[in-house]
């Protein structure tokens, strides 16, 4: 059995001709691509090394590998980015060889042969990330080195990393749309310490995440989060925290909850209002 989501494949190869374009779904990649290649060169220096990129994609990170000097080959399931990836090379005339292969059938034909095997942001996208784990450090030589990255499962990355990405992109939305909204907290979550610093942070993910996916999910669990949240505002006075002995988590309840006040703001209604308000000036 191959180890892959047909549903993560379909995504990316409906993305995958805009997958040069800095400006377009990517461009989280393309931002991050100068910071990755300094990491890895840093680490294993690249230049005269036989390197692996497994789950290359359009090939932005294995082409950026090869322009430093290595010998790169860009390994993925999905055709049509591993298409786009062979037309760029036409562009940068790069050394660089693509195939269409699971790193677990590379493992089991060339076991031991790379000096260096990169997986960046593959792991969250198949369903035994651990199984590729293992390929990638059997595809490396004795000594060489296997560089791994991956979003973490925590509520900080899932802000960080999904919520806040920018703008209503297809990729985000379908994802928050089939793999999120059943996970998300039906309403105001009770804790022991932390109370309402956590929900107000959570209710601003529930409403960024309602703007990127229109799933109706995400706004009910906001509006339920935020109708306890701004009783309990107005019965403090303006003052979340649990603890009012506590300045710090008073203050993180209180910055999480203006954010999350302004979460459903989108740059077009923003702009609205401004004309609106500038209209009215006059």
Known sequence: ?????????????QLAHRWWDPGAEFKPLHDINPLRLDYIDGIAGLRGRR?????????????AMAARGARVTGIDLA????????????????????????????????PGRYDVVTCMELLEHVP?????VAACAALARPGGTVVVS?????????????????????????????????????????RRLDENTWNACAAWA?????????????????SDTMDELE??????????????????????????????????????????AQVEAGVRGR
Request: charged residues 25%.
């Open 1 to 13: 059995m191959i180890n892959v989501d047909p549903l993560e494949i379909e995504k990316f190869s």
């Open 51 to 63: 390197v692996l990129d497994v789950g290359c994609g359009g090939g932005i990170l294995t082409e």
């Open 79 to 110: 055709d049509k980015p591993l298409k786009v990836a062979q037309l760029h090379l036409l562009e940068s005339k790069l050394p660089v060889d693509y195939e269409a292969i699971s790193a677990e059938s590379l493992a089991a034909r060339e």
């Open 128 to 132: 035994d990330p651990a199984s590729i």
């Open 150 to 190: 991956t979003i973490s499962r925590t509520l900080k990355a899932y802000a960080l990393a999904v919520i806040a990405a920018e703008g209503p992109t297809p990729f985000v939305g379908a994802w928050l749309r089939e793999r999120v909204a059943a996970l998300v907290p039906q309403g105001f979550t009770s």
């Open 206 to 222: 529930l409403g960024r995440a309602y703007v990127i996916s229109t799933d109706p999910i995400f706004m009910q669990a906001y």
């Open 231 to 272: 009783r309990r505002d107005a019965d403090r006075d303006g003052a979340l925290a649990r603890d009012k002995t506590v300045r710090a988590a008073e203050t993180a309840a209180t910055f999480y909850y203006s954010l999350a006040v302004d979460a459903l703001v989108t740059p077009e209604s923003a702009s609205a």
